[in-house]
């Protein structure tokens, strides 16, 4: 039985692995257990998510902690995403041994300065530039008292992003993150390792399909935007279906589509229909106007789906640049999407495919990876 040791501050329940934050948390316990590390889990609990005993098969232990919620969270230079997730509790259970400690997200790093772990080795896992995010959350919201949260909410992540340097490593999911962070934290050790993820073979049929597939959760207001803009600026009036598939879709975007007959919506799939819906699309496409991050639907994409079609920020330092068809404007996306019409995937697309995403986003070799930076193997 190995002898490596591993603390991991998780800011949610992350099992299902259903949504991004939550999808690289699992895979990598997962991994890291397949691996023999052993690993201590405590998480914060979010409602709405129940606990999970589909993880005590990875963990030595679990410890469930309640999300600190309410004005006093609020009231606070500290973010509230990260000052809900202070635990007392939590901290007498981390003080207990010398393992090193992984901090998932910025979410989870309350505790990253604080003195008592002076002699411990703390590890940040990076998913997001998160005052950039939440800016761009601000602009994507309509609702005025939404727009002033991710407002007020960005502008604290920014100061509180500095607390950072206080992490004996970081570990950092896209090229671009990783250039950011070194720029801001010199002589910090900083690492590119890509997103954990639920894929490890190629799984996508040949020939061609008879729609092109948007999906994701379409509540966040970064892909109803994305949605919205592809219904009323490449779709309508165009000859090619679009399949909009993702939870909880708003009004707004469900009213959008129904004007059109070429565009159709899919609320809340399960996860077999949605897999059936990106394998047998012609053209997966996915936009973003938030160039942070790596999207990890992107990923999913490109080992189960067809043609992929993306805006530049989607790619944001991922190197998977060579993987994908790539346009800006609506103009010369509808450009693309005429051209992919009448071509297959073939079996040569496949294989360029296996050979990237095998070298970069190999879940066996980035735990061995991670494993080497934390415990110098």
Do not use: W
Not at 85 to 112: A, V, W
Not at 232 to 253: D, E, T, W, Y
């Amino acid at each position: 039985m190995s002898e490596h040791h591993l603390h991991i501050v998780s800011f949610d329940v992350p099992y299902p692995p259903n949504y991004g934050g939550v999808i690289d948390v699992f895979y990598k316990i997962r991994e890291l257990h397949r691996k023999g590390v052993r690993l201590h889990l405590h998480i914060i609990e979010y409602p709405g998510r129940n606990r999970a005993p589909e993880l005590e098969q990875y963990c030595e232990e679990i410890r469930y902690y309640p999300r600190v919620t309410g004005i006093r969270s609020v009231l606070s230079i500290v973010p509230y995403i990260v000052k809900s997730r202070r635990s007392e509790e939590m901290m007498k259970n981390l003080l207990k041994d010398k393992y090193p400690i992984l901090f998932e997200g910025l979410h989870s790093c309350y505790y990253i300065s604080d003195a008592r772990l002076n002699d411990r080795l703390l590890i940040y896992r990076e998913s997001n530039i998160e005052h950039r995010y939440y800016y761009n959350l601000f602009k994507a919201e309509h609702h005025t008292g939404k727009k002033l949260y991710f407002l007020i909410e960005s502008l604290k992540l920014k100061l509180f992003q500095h607390k950072l340097k206080h992490a004996g490593a970081m570990l950092v999911v896209s090229d671009d993150d990783t250039a950011y962070l070194k720029k801001h934290f010199p002589g910090k050790q900083v690492f590119y390792l890509p997103s954990f993820h639920a894929n490890s073979d190629i799984m996508i049929p040949e020939g061609k399909g008879e729609y092109t597939l948007y999906h994701g959760n379409i509540e966040v207001p970064e892909n109803e935007a994305a949605a919205a803009f592809l219904i009323g600026k490449v779709f309508a009036g165009s000859s090619h279906r679009l399949i909009i598939a993702g939870m909880n879709p708003p009004q707004r975007i469900v009213q959008l589509a129904s004007k059109h007959s070429n565009i159709s919506i899919i609320a809340n799939p399960g996860d077999e229909e949605l897999f059936s819906l990106i394998r047998n699309a012609h053209v997966n496409i996915l936009v973003t106007f938030q160039a942070t991050g790596l999207k990890l639907k992107l990923l999913n994409t490109l080992y189960n789906g067809r043609h992929c079609l993306v805006n530049p920020p989607m790619l944001n330092g991922t190197g998977l640049d060579s993987l994908c068809h790539i346009a800006s404007t609506p103009e010369a996306l509808i450009k693309k999407l005429d051209e992919l019409k009448d071509r297959p995937f073939t079996h040569a697309d496949a294989a360029g495919r296996k050979q990237v995403l095998g070298s970069t986003y190999s879940n066996s070799l980035n735990a061995d990876r991670m494993i080497g930076i934390i415990f110098g193997r």
